[in-house]
């Protein structure tokens, strides 16, 4: 069974811990009051990924705070994660610019693969954005984008997840599977 540590990351109050909580079922509740998180939170679940032949895998979920503050503590998050989200609001503006340093923090130095990574443009309650092609830097256009509305299509959202989560255990197959060969051979 593989375990996937998977990192959500973006700007501060774009959604990361409402996401995190509606993926690993923590919460029915998706509304409520603003919180930051502090640092960062650790969610665990076993989940069935798509394409996974019925086998499931343990999931941690890393729902990491969007504050600059804890920009010192980043590097020991990202250490053998096997995945990156980031998830911004397509209603504020500066999160589009923002999601690149994001980028370039957290999926740059870790060389991970396009399909170990997922942009979530999550739309709250009232957004006036719709679900359309977005203004992106071309290093973050070639990564998988997917928007969510937990209010209007949650079960999209839940799919397009183990979508994901199928690509990064087949990518996490894969490496596990060229390690072995490099020691037999």
């Given at each position: 069974m593989f375990k996937a540590k998977i990192l959500f990351v973006g700007p501060t109050e774009s959604g990361k811990t409402v996401l995190a909580n509606f993926l690993s079922d923590t919460t029915e509740n998706v509304g409520g009051e603003y919180r930051p998180t502090q640092g960062?939170?650790?969610?665990?679940?076993?989940?069935?990924?798509?394409?996974?032949?019925?086998?499931?895998?343990?999931?941690?979920?890393?729902?990491?705070?969007?504050?600059?503050?804890?920009?010192?503590c980043w590097p020991a998050l990202m250490k053998d994660c096997s995945g990156v989200v980031i998830i911004f609001n397509p209603d504020v503006p500066s999160h589009l610019t923002e999601i690149e340093t994001w980028h370039s923090m957290f999926i740059s130095t870790q060389s991970l693969l396009d399909s170990q990574c997922l942009l979530i443009a999550h739309h709250k309650p009232g957004s006036e954005i719709e679900d359309g092609r977005l203004p992106l830097a071309p290093n973050l256009s070639k990564l998988p984008l997917i928007h969510s509305n937990l209010e209007e299509e949650p079960d999209d959202l839940r799919h397009a997840f183990y979508r994901y989560l199928g690509n990064v255990v087949k990518a996490m197959s894969e490496s596990r599977e060229r390690e072995e060969m490099s020691i037999i051979t």
């Open positions: 960062a939170r650790i969610l665990e679940f076993e989940s069935q990924p798509e394409g996974s032949n019925d086998k499931t895998c343990d999931v941690e979920l890393w729902d990491c705070s969007g504050d600059f503050k804890f920009e010192s």
